[in-house]
């Protein structure tokens, strides 16, 4: 069992920078560990933000790759997501997840939401 803790939820205002970290201890070293967000409503669905393989390939949402980064540290067991030039519709719970994927991400170039078994509680970013 993976226990996933995220921090760093914020109330920023728009064009701020807020960084949010992920705690997967444990043997997570072969799990891909990603960002998920959803935003508010009752008819949205979570998407993708940025995952990182056990391999160390990154994927980022193409419509945030040019406003946020995400790293993975093994040793600290954590992934890092940062997040610049945030707007309103950035405004989202944000879950960190784990899973181990039955694909390499640098062979299939994405990654889907039901391969990740492990989630966090999701931390609040609010952008106004």
């Known amino acids: 069992h993976v226990q996933l803790v995220e921090s760093g939820g914020d109330s920023v205002e728009a064009g701020g920078a807020l960084s949010l970290s992920c705690l997967a201890p444990?043997?997570?070293?072969?799990?891909?560990l990603g960002w998920f967000r959803r935003a508010p409503g009752p008819e949205t669905q979570r998407e993708v933000v940025a995952v990182i393989d056990d391999d160390g390939t990154t994927y980022l949402n193409p419509s945030l790759k040019d406003r946020f980064t995400v790293a993975r540290d093994n040793n600290m067991k954590t992934l890092d997501l940062q997040m610049n030039s945030l707007r309103p519709e950035d405004t989202a719970i944000y879950y960190c997840?784990?899973?181990?994927?039955?694909?390499?991400?640098?062979?299939?170039?994405?990654?889907?939401?039901?391969?990740?078994?492990?989630w966090g509680q999701g931390t609040q970013v609010t952008v106004s």
């Open positions: 444990g043997d997570t070293d072969s799990y891909a």
């Open positions: 997840a784990a899973g181990r994927l039955p694909y390499k991400i640098r062979i299939v170039g994405s990654v889907r939401e039901l391969d990740f078994r492990y």
